[in-house]
């Protein structure tokens, strides 16, 4: 059994405690710990285990083999670092970082161990719709890929969300879905603002459409809408030369009634992409148990900031920015 320490009791701090604890094999939950000391004794009354007053305390805790973070984005990097210099497997929610530089940072923290500790949240690699895109664009069939036209919406956010965090925390998704399907990097980037939705009112820009342009000259647009009024709806198409892919719906059962069919929207993006978690955290505990990461890396965590961090700064500027990263570690190749 992998014994997890989990720090983050929010939303999907609670949604992976569930996961690890009741449908992922080898795993066990011994720990947890959040900045609302509140939260972090109810989980552990729940589970049963131990809550640690801090985050850092429950990564120097003895019991815990490895590290899950999915407190606020501001917290992460601190706390992989520390996991990192613990010499301790850390699983990490997106976004890595806030910035480029401490994405830098890990990664050299990372390489001093000489190997992969840490594994980046981006969950939509284990789609069965995104993982099926990437199968038919890389046997060739279809030709090279040109464009990708991507959309984003989503209900609702919490308090305290900013326009900056539509692309640093929401299409981040994106950013690394779309250079994974593509098997290509970024060469500029830049963010427009459109026409601005009613159902927005919190006094940050919705929608924004962000526009990429990759090292093969592939254009990408996404459209990103953070209270769109209807549901959470992701889409991507990626056209090639010889046709197209589109990422399927999720399942849903169609209602006949009233001279109409219809079925539901999902409306909570934990709900959409459940099956592509409950892949991820199995495959990692594997993983680690084995002793060799596979899944999304701190390099890839740092692209996606370093892409993000460009496109935020082109904002109301007019310009495509430059998108440019340090040279690619050999641990990364
Ligand atoms: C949220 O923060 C997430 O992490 C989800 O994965 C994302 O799709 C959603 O739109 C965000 O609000």
């Known amino acids: 059994m992998l014994k997890i320490g989990v720090i983050g009791c929010g939303a999907i701090g609670r949604d992976h405690i569930r996961r690890l604890t009741d449908l992922v094999p080898g795993a066990q939950v011994v720990a947890c710990a959040d900045y609302f000391k509140e939260a972090a004794d109810k989980v552990a009354a729940q589970y049963g285990i131990t809550a640690y007053e801090t985050g ?3 990564i120097a ?32 929610e997106k976004p890595l970082a806030q910035n480029a530089a401490d994405c830098e940072k890990i990664i050299a923290a990372e390489l001093a161990h000489g190997k992969r500790l840490l594994q980046v949240g981006f969950m939509r690699r284990y789609d069965r719709g995104y993982a099926e895109m990437k199968r038919i664009i890389d046997s060739g069939e279809l030709g090279a890929p040109l464009m990708i036209h991507a959309c984003h919406r989503n209900v609702s956010q919490p308090d305290g969300f900013q326009t900056e965090m539509g692309v640093s925390n929401v299409a981040i998704h994106e950013l690394d879905i779309c250079r994974w399907l593509l098997g290509d990097e970024y060469e500029a980037g830049q963010v427009l603002k459109v ?6 009112t919190k006094g940050y820009d919705n929608p924004q459409i962000v526009l990429l342009e990759t090292k093969t000259g592939c254009r990408i647009d996404v459209e990103v809408q953070v209270a769109d009024a209807y549901g959470y709806d992701i889409q991507c198409q990626v056209v090639c ?3 197209t892919v589109n990422l399927p719906d999720p399942y849903a059962v169609v209602k006949r ?11 909570d993006w934990k709900d959409r992409f459940i099956e592509a978690y409950d892949i991820e955290l199995t495959q990692w505990v594997q993983a680690v148990e084995a002793g060799k990461l596979t899944g999304p890396s701190a ?21 495509f920015r430059k998108i440019e990263t340090i040279e690619k570690p050999e641990l990364y190749q």
């Not at 026409?195 to 927005?200: L, P």
């Not at 009634?257 to 409306?267: C, D, G, K, Y």
């Not at 390099?299 to 310009?319: E, H």
């Open 56 to 58: 850092e305390a429950l």
């Open 61 to 92: 805790a003895p019991e815990v083999e490895a590290v899950v973070i999915t407190s606020s984005d501001p917290s992460h990097a601190g706390y992989v670092l520390a996991s990192l210099e613990a010499g301790k497997y850390v699983f990490c």
């Open 195 to 200: 026409r601005q939705s009613a159902c927005s």
């Open 241 to 243: 030369e010889k046709g």
């Open 257 to 267: 009634a009233n001279a109409t069919r219809s079925f539901p929207i999902l409306t």
């Open 299 to 319: 390099w890839d965590g740092y692209v996606a900031c370093v892409a993000a961090d460009a496109l935020n700064r082109s904002r109301g500027t007019g310009m």
